[in-house]
T-cell receptor, first 114, second 112 residues
Framework: AQSVTQLDSHVSVSEGTPVLLRCNYSSSYSPSLFWYVQHPNKGLQLLLKYTSAATLVKGINGFEAEFKKSETSFHLTKPSAHMSDAAEYFCVVSDPGGYQKVTFGTGTKLQVIP | DAGVIQSPRHEVTEMGQEVTLRCKLISGHNSLFWYRQTMMRGLELLIYFNNNVPIDDSGMPEDRFSAKMPNASFSTLKIQPSEPRDSAVYFC??????????FGPGTRLTVL
């Protein structure tokens, strides 16, 4: 069984300040983990993925996430927020292969204040 | 590669009509997922296929919904008859051995 918890449903940051979106997971296996972004009225775009290689994963648009097994966490960070980062972000866990059924978190809406 | 392709992008229909949504996978991918997204319930997995075989359809809301994968690159999701509560954005996603689901742009369905 696997599950994922996104700890914040809404996060608000000022433009130029750091972003932290939190995600904790539970899995019976060594999981694959992903972050997706969804801009308003758009589809979901893969930001980055962890599949048991380097624990610090770099993604698109300056985002990165660190897999911490001891804390069962996979938090998403970015040093400096841009207005274009305003969107909803989903943390996702899947089985080790990453190509079977996945479990989505409930999403975190990121607001960026000018 | 063109990515996952969905059609139509928008569909407006009347209650009771049949609706067919279409999805073309990324070449070489072997798993296909259908999702529904609404404001009330968020993103829900309806059904997924692996190598053309339905693996888990427990998310399909009721018998009015059916999905097929007639070949390795194409899938359809059919709603018959449609109801207003089926109004949502329907996404399909495909994945291959490298992992990570790639989503299509979605079909926005409105049932009047």
């Amino acid at each position: 069984a696997q599950s994922v918890t996104q700890l914040d449903s809404h996060v608000s940051v000022s433009e130029g300040t750091p972003v932290l979106l939190r995600c904790n997971y539970s899995s019976s296996y060594s999981p694959s983990l992903f972050w997706y972004v969804q801009h308003p009225n758009k589809g979901l775009q893969l930001l980055l993925k962890y599949t048991s290689a380097a624990t610090l994963v770099k993604g698109i648009n300056g985002f990165e996430a660190e897999f911490k097994k001891s804390e069962t966490s996979f938090h998403l960070t970015k040093p400096s927020a841009h207005m274009s980062d305003a969107a909803e972000y989903f943390c996702v866990v899947s089985d080790p292969g990453g190509y079977q059924k996945v479990t989505f978190g409930t999403g975190t809406k990121l607001q960026v204040i000018p | 590669d063109a990515g996952v392709i969905q059609s139509p992008r928008h569909e407006v229909t009347e209650m009771g009509q049949e609706v067919t949504l279409r999805c073309k996978l990324i070449s070489g991918h072997n798993s296909l997922f259908w999702y529904r997204q609404t404001m009330m319930r968020g993103l829900e997995l309806l059904i997924y296929f692996n190598n053309n075989v339905p693996i888990d359809d427990s998310g399909m809301p009721e018998d009015r919904f059916s999905a097929k994968m007639p070949n390795a690159s194409f899938s359809t999701l059919k709603i018959q008859p449609s109801e207003p509560r089926d109004s949502a954005v329907y996404f399909c996603a495909s994945t291959g051995l490298a992992g990570g689901q790639f989503f299509g742009p979605g079909t926005r369905l409105t049932v009047l």
